[in-house]
């Protein structure tokens, strides 16, 4: 059964910091992995979606990596700016899966200080 | 905006209540799914429709009632909740259900902004 992992759960930085949010999948048979953004009491924006076959894809400030024989992928995020305060979500899209059922971790809920 | 409004976005209900959640997408999309949130879980699917025809249910219980008449719109019908059923309602769209290959980003999903529900 797929599992998806995000670490750590909660994380605060101050304003203008570089930084990287953490997935982790056990199952590496994916289609790709999307990494969304949830604000408090929202629903989510999709940020970056990875093909399988892509090992990184790029959207402003935001670069996301994936490495799929480690089941391992990263949000990085530069120069952060309080508007980026929010929970970031990892999703995958899994080989013998429902249609259409993205895989959740938890979230890594970020604060970025003025 | 994302295209895809949900309403209402907060509902009180008591057990014995029977109440509708409503999604629309404005964005031509022909897959639309109903997602649940609850605190300290992951989001869980619960419902996929491609071209008005439900392609999944996730071992919902049937106190949830999906409907979708058309492409743009999804119902979910709700009848003698929990308290465990409180909870943020997502409702989400995409071009395809997908795979799309390498360069396709049919099955990007997009999110409403939810419905925030509470069983009394």
């Known amino acids: 059964k797929q599992e998806v992992t995000q670490i750590p759960a909660a994380l605060s930085v101050p304003e203008g910091e570089n930084l990287v949010l953490n997935c982790s999948f056990t199952?590496?048979?994916?289609?790709?992995l999307q990494w969304f953004r949830q604000d408090p009491g929202k629903g989510l924006t999709s940020l970056l979606l990875?093909?399988?076959?892509?090992r990184e894809q790029t959207s402003g400030r935001l670069n996301a990596s994936l490495d799929k024989s480690s089941g391992r992928s990263t949000l990085y995020i530069a120069a952060s700016q309080p508007g980026d305060s929010a929970t970031y979500l990892c999703a995958v899209k899994a080989y013998g899966g429902s249609q259409g059922n993205l895989i959740f971790g938890k979230g890594t809920k970020l604060s970025v200080k003025p | 905006e994302t295209g895809v409004t949900q309403t209402p976005r907060h509902l009180v209900m008591g057990m014995t209540n029977k109440k509708s959640l409503k999604c629309e997408q404005h964005l031509g999309h022909n897959a639309m799914y109903w997602y649940k949130q609850s605190a300290k879980k992951p989001l869980e699917l619960m419902f996929v429709y491609s071209l008005e025809e439900r392609v999944e249910n996730n071992s919902v219980p049937s106190r949830f009632s999906p409907e979708c008449p058309n492409s743009s719109h999804l119902f979910l019908h709700l009848h003698t909740l929990q308290p465990e059923d409180s909870a943020l309602y997502l409702c989400?769209?995409?071009?395809?259900?997908?795979?799309?290959?390498?360069?396709?980003?049919?099955?990007?999903?997009?999110f409403g902004p939810g419905t925030r529900l509470l069983v009394l």
């Open positions: 989400a769209s995409s071009q395809d259900l997908g795979p799309s290959g390498v360069f396709g980003n049919r099955e990007t999903q997009y």
């Open positions: 990875i093909q399988s076959s892509q």
């Open positions: 199952d590496s048979a994916i289609y790709n």
